[in-house]
């Protein structure tokens, strides 16, 4: 398995998906990873898996 690591700007361009969105899925528990006094970073398969498990759908934007 493959696993493409990106930071915050990484992840909304990759889903492209708005800076308010990304915040939304993050308050509504989007997993991301974070060592101590760093920056979250995240793991595309994983926000994937958890965005179609949370029932948002991809047409041209993640949305529910």
């Given at each position: 398995?493959?696993?493409?690591?990106?930071?915050?700007?990484?992840?909304?361009?990759?889903?492209?998906?708005?800076?308010?969105?990304?915040?939304?899925?993050?308050?509504?528990?989007?997993?991301?990873?974070?060592?101590?006094?760093?920056?979250?970073?995240?793991?595309?398969?994983?926000?994937?898996?958890?965005?179609?498990?949370?029932?948002?759908?991809?047409?041209?934007?993640w949305n529910k």
């Open positions: 398995m493959n696993q493409l690591i990106l930071n915050g700007k990484e992840l909304r361009e990759a889903l492209n998906i708005s800076t308010t969105a990304f915040y939304k899925f993050r308050r509504a528990g989007m997993p991301y990873h974070q060592f101590p006094s760093s920056r979250a970073y995240y793991i595309l398969d994983e926000v994937e898996t958890w965005l179609s498990k949370s029932g948002y759908h991809q047409e041209t934007t």
